[in-house]
Every structure is written in C-alpha cells, then in structure tokens.
C-alpha cells in the first residue's frame, strides 16, 4: 500500500506566526485532503486539494486563513495562518488513490499547539 | 447539508464483552467506510460496504448497510484490549463513490482487562 508522511510531526507556534504543513506520497494520486482533528473529536474535512486547480474549500475554512498548494501528483502543503488558540489541533493529510481504490490513507498528522 | 451521526459517543466494556456502534446517516448513501484510529495514532481504513443490506465479518468484527443505506453498524464480539480505539463510519453523498468523505462523530472504545 502507499506511503504518505508528513512534517513535522508537531511544532508549537507563536499566535499571529504561520505554520506549513507538508505531505508526501510515495505514488502519484489525484485527490489530496486535509482534516482538522480536535483530540478525541472526529475529523473536519478542511479542503480537497486537486493537482492543477485550486483547492475546494469546506464551509467555514478560507483560503486566506488556510492557503494550499498541490505542485504535483505526490506532494501537499497546508499553511495555517495568523495562528491563534483556538488553530491548536491535529492537521491530518490524507489520499485517495483513485477509481481502483476507494478508501482513504491518512498520514500520521502534525500536532499543531499555539500559545 | 448531509450529516451522519454515530452513537454511543463513549463505550467501556470489559475484555470479552461485545461492543456495538451505530451510524445514521440524513441523506442515503452510495456506500458506508469504517475506520480505526488508535490512541495517538492516524484513521486506518477497516471496510466498505455498498450493497443494500450487505454484512461482511472480519475476523471477531461484523459490519452491517442497513436496507435504506442511511444506517450500519459495527460489531465487536469479545472484545480484546487490542480493540481499543475510536471507530469512525464516513460516507460518501448519495451519487458518488469517491473522493471527499463525510465522516461520524466516532465512538471511542475503552476495553479493560
């Protein structure tokens, strides 16, 4: 099965500061998506990111406040801007591998702590 | 907007008792995922089901599409301290069978020994 990692696994972060999040596959896929997870909460979908196209965003994330990029088929970025408290959360990146695979693959997430 | 709601939100048992949990969804669904995350770690893909009605068995775990496609459930039997774990059901929206995923509110398992 692929691979997919993230970086860094955990940061603590000045409020106002930025933080970028990046994820990697091992294989190239289509669909990229990025959640948000309060401990022991579920899991917010925050965008689908697409190779080529802008990013499609979920009622009540911005692109201003959550800026993504997808320069290619295996690679992702999640920014996460002007950080306040409340942005304190796992960020999980995740894939879907296309129409011969219809579950999705999380990477291990990056624990994001703002003070 | 579609929602899928999950119960119970909390679940102890002790080691060899069998857990259930149930998900609900709004709208009717092209399919219904389960995932498992362990304590401190990432959604781990378990299975899907499409059919109406389908039940597939993993081993000691039994998951059931209700008729409709808007519910299913997981079943646990003997419970082992491995299973401990927060259990997510997700879904995809009535016409599709990809892509973004709505997920429930998970159930966390706690198993004593």
């Known amino acids: 099965s692929a691979v997919i990692s993230q970086k860094p696994s955990r940061d603590i972060c000045q409020r106002g500061t930025s933080l970028t999040i990046q994820c990697q596959v091992d294989s190239q896929v289509t669909m990229m998506f990025w959640y948000r997870q309060q401990p022991g909460q579920s899991l917010t979908l925050i965008a689908t990111?697409?190779?080529?196209?802008?990013?499609?965003?979920e009622s009540g994330f911005v692109i201003d406040k959550f800026p993504i990029s997808r320069p290619n088929l295996t690679f992702s970025t999640l920014t996460v801007s002007n950080m306040s408290p409340e942005d304190s959360s796992i960020y999980l990146c995740?894939?879907?591998?296309?129409?011969?695979?219809?579950?999705?693959?999380f990477g291990p997430g990056t624990r994001l702590t703002v003070t | 907007g579609q929602q899928v709601m999950q119960i119970p939100q909390y679940q102890h048992v002790q080691e060899g008792e069998d857990f259930t949990t149930y998900c609900n969804s709004s709208t009717t669904l092209s399919n219904i995922q389960w995932y498992k995350q362990r304590p401190g770690g990432h959604p781990v893909f378990l299975i899907q089901?499409?059919?109406?009605?389908e039940v597939k068995k993993q081993k000691r775990l039994t998951f059931q599409f209700g008729e409709a496609k808007k519910n299913s459930s997981l079943h646990i039997t003997a419970t082992q301290t491995t299973d401990v774990g927060t259990y997510f059901c997700a879904g995809h929206k009535g016409g599709t069978s990809y892509g973004k995923l709505t997920f429930g509110q998970g159930t966390i398992l706690t198993v004593h020994p």
């Open positions: 089901l499409v059919k109406s009605g």
């Open positions: 995740s894939f879907f591998p296309g129409p011969k695979g219809y579950e999705q693959y």
């Open positions: 990111a697409n190779q080529g196209s802008e990013a499609t965003y």
